[in-house]
C-alpha cells in the first residue's frame, strides 16, 4: 500500500508522522523481506527524514530533464515552437530562436511539432536521486541542485526508480502488504500532486487552528477532490487551538 | 490519531529523535493507524 503523507501547510508534522509510521512498521515481524517498508523523502526542495532515519545512501545518480536546442542552420524562424508552447519557453524575435530552460516543463511539443527537425534535446542535470537503508527500511529522496526549479519532475524519477512495478498489479503498484511511505512536500501544487499520484491513500498531518484548517481544505480537495484517493487524518499538537478541525472532518467524514 | 502538544515529543524532534524512539509507547498506536489506512482504503475501493 502507498501512502502519501501530506497536509496543505509546512510544519504541521508530516515528517514526523511518516518517519513515526514507518519505524513503527519496521518494527513489526510481518515487514521482513520483500515486504519490507520503504519510504521516500519527496520533498526535494528541502528534504529532512534523513535526519531521523539517519540511512546509509548506496546508491545516487544524477538526474535531469530533456530541454531543447535549437540548430541555426536547421531553423526557420517559423514560429511553430513557440505556438505549442504553453510554458513560453520558446520565442522566435527576429531571427533568432530563443529557449528558456527555466520556463521549459520537458513536455517535448517543440521538438515534435519542429517542421524541419531543428531541435534537438539535450540533459539539464537539476538534481541527485538517492536510496539506500536505514536498518530494515528501504530509503530514497532527491535533492535538487541549487538554483533549479521544478520539483515535480525529480519525484516523478524519485518513484519511477524505487517504487517496483510489478506487472500482475499494475505499473508502480506494489503488493498490497509492503508499505510504502511517501513523505510529500508541503502545501497543494505540482510536487505534492506528483507525490499522491498513482497512491493509495493519502494521510493528512494538521494542528486543530483556523490556519491550519484553512490549508487543510485546499490539500483534501487536491487528494481527494481532483485524485479520488480515501484520505485519514491524523492531529499533531492536539490541545492547542479549537475545534474547526475536528468539525471539518466530521462533516467531511474523514476519519481521524 | 491524535498527537498531543507535549514538551518531550517537541524536544526530541527538536534533536533529530523520531517520536516513536523517545516515546515508544507510540509504535503500537503507530501500527494501529497503519491498520486503519488499510481498512480505509479498502473502504474507499469498494466505494
Known amino acids: 500500500?502507498?501512502?502519501?503523507?501530506?497536509?496543505?501547510?509546512g510544519g504541521t508534522g508530516k515528517t514526523t508522522v511518516a518517519v513515526s509510521l514507518v519505524l513503527s512498521l519496521a518494527a513489526e515481524q510481518e515487514f521482513i523481506g520483500p515486504a519490507r517498508p520503504l519510504f521516500l523523502d519527496c520533498d526535494v526542495e528541502e528534504p529532512n527524514a534523513a535526519l531521523f532515519l539517519r540511512p546509509v545512501i548506496e546508491e545516487r545518480k544524477e538526474a535531469g530533464r530533456l530541454v531543447p536546442e535549437v540548430d541555426p542552420v536547421k531553423c526557420t524562424y517559423c514560429r511553430r515552437c513557440a505556438e505549442v508552447c504553453q510554458y513560453h519557453a520558446s520565442a522566435v524575435v527576429v531571427q533568432e530562436a530563443l529557449v528558456f530552460p527555466q520556463l521549459c516543463h520537458a513536455c517535448r511539443s517543440c521538438t515534435l511539432t519542429c517542421p524541419t527537425g531543428a531541435i534537438h534535446e539535450v540533459l539539464d542535470v537539476m538534481r541527485t536521486i538517492e536510496r539506500g537503508r536505514a536498518g530494515p527500511i528501504e530509503y530514497a529522496q532527491g535533492t535538487m541542485n541549487v538554483g533549479k526549479a521544478m520539483a515535480a519532475p525529480i519525484i516523478r524519477q524519485l518513484k519511477q526508480w524505487v517504487i517496483p512495478s510489478d506487472a500482475s498489479i499494475g505499473l508502480g503498484k506494489v503488493p498490497g502488504d509492503r508499505p510504502v511511505l511517501l513523505d510529500a512536500p508541503p502545501g497543494t501544487a505540482c510536487p505534492v500532486v506528483e507525490t499522491m499520484r498513482g497512491d493509495d491513500l493519502c494521510l493528512l498531518a494538521t494542528e486543530p487552528t483556523h490556519s491550519r484548517l484553512h490549508d487543510l481544505r485546499l490539500a483534501e480537495e487536491v487528494a481527494r477532490g481532483e485524485l479520488g484517493l480515501p484520505v485519514g487524518m491524523v492531529i499533531n499538537r492536539d490541545g492547542v487551538?479549537?475545534?474547526?478541525?475536528?468539525?471539518?472532518c466530521a462533516a467531511e467524514g474523514i476519519p481521524f | 490519531m491524535r498527537i498531543p502538544l507535549e514538551r518531550r515529543i517537541t524536544e526530541a524532534c527538536s534533536e533529530g529523535m523520531p517520536l516513536v524512539e523517545a516515546l515508544p509507547a507510540y509504535r503500537e498506536r503507530f501500527v494501529e493507524l497503519w491498520r486503519g489506512l488499510e481498512a480505509l482504503r479498502q473502504t474507499g475501493e469498494r466505494e
Open chain 1, 241 to 248: 487551538g479549537d475545534r474547526g478541525v475536528d468539525i471539518y
Open chain 1, 1 to 9: 500500500m502507498i501512502v502519501a503523507v501530506a497536509s496543505g501547510k
